[in-house]
């Protein structure tokens, strides 16, 4: 797969912000810590880590990380970006390991490996994504049927989780705050990617903030991730690294192996519809 200038520019700019991702967590894991012996704790509903310099630290280093994957959407298709966020995973992973003293076990180890396998699938054999060019053009996209419906959907089902589930089973299981987050994430690519587009069109002339879609696309930019960080800090606060990456890398395995299921199912049959084919030609040759 030969690249071009821009996405080899999203490329780096998407591995250089898993690292600073993936390193923010391990600093603000040490800062929840230290603001869980002064007072509540992040994952009973505490704030007390927004006094702590190191959670600051690596709120800085994340939003280093966020920065450059930011603008790694204006030059990048998000097919080529995203996967690449499952290395923040890892990389997180191997710092708590040698850091915090969380150990990494082998299956922690084999969900990582199968991570990266399954996202590099996932970049080399997704389908071409379309050029979009102006933020007009990802607002049309936004409001067709399809997505408008599963927009409604995930901000319901993030509702039920918040409103009903976290109150029960928050402090138990870890998959509530992972999946209001990874909800959250979906309805927030899209609007990255606006405002990517946004900010590249307007430092080469063409003011793209004089649309009132810029805005609202940067609107729900900001609520997501406020959203996400809450419930991010009260997941870190509550879990470790190791029951982390190995859900997270769980599930990337599974989605990956469903991708290779569906890409290649009828790779088999390729052969014998060939084969057919020629023999019907052959047949009506003769006759």
């Known amino acids: 797969m030969v690249m071009s200038k821009d996405n080899l520019r999203g490329f780096a700019l998407a591995l250089s912000s898993s690292f600073f991702i993936g390193s923010s967590f391990v600093i603000k894991k040490i800062g929840l810590r230290k603001a869980a012996l002064s007072g509540v704790r992040a994952g009973s509903g505490g704030y007390s880590y927004l006094i702590e310099p190191l959670w600051w630290l690596g709120m800085i280093t994340m939003i280093v990380g966020e920065i450059a994957n930011f603008a790694a959407y204006a030059f990048a298709p998000a097919i080529l970006v995203t996967p690449l966020g499952a290395l923040s ?63 409604c959907v995930a901000a319901v089902l993030v509702l039920v989780l918040i409103i009903r589930f976290v109150p029960r089973y928050g402090q138990k299981h870890m998959v509530i705050y992972i999946g209001i987050c990874s909800l959250m994430g979906s309805l927030t690519v899209m609007s990255v990617k606006a405002v990517g587009i ?40 509550s879990q470790n690294a190791t029951q982390i990456v190995t859900e997270l890398c769980g599930f990337v395995t599974i989605l990956s192996g469903t991708f290779l299921l569906h890409k290649t199912k009828d790779m088999g049959n390729d052969s014998p519809n060939t084969e057919t084919a020629v023999l019907t030609e052959s047949e009506l040759q003769n006759q």
């Open 89 to 151: 995973i890892i990389v997180s992973a191997v710092l708590a390991h040698f850091i915090l003293g969380e150990k990494l076990h082998i299956f922690g180890i084999l969900g990582c490996v199968l991570c990266v396998v399954g996202s590099t699938t996932i970049v080399l054999h997704a389908p071409k994504e379309r050029n979009i060019e102006s933020v007009k053009e990802v607002w049309h996209l936004a409001t067709e049927p399809g997505f408008l419906i599963y927009s």
């Open 198 to 237: 946004a900010l590249k069109l307007s430092f080469s002339g063409m003011n793209q903030f004089i649309y009132v879609q810029t805005w609202f696309f940067s609107a729900v930019v900001i609520i997501c991730c406020l959203v996400q960080l809450n419930y991010l800090n009260k997941e870190w606060d």
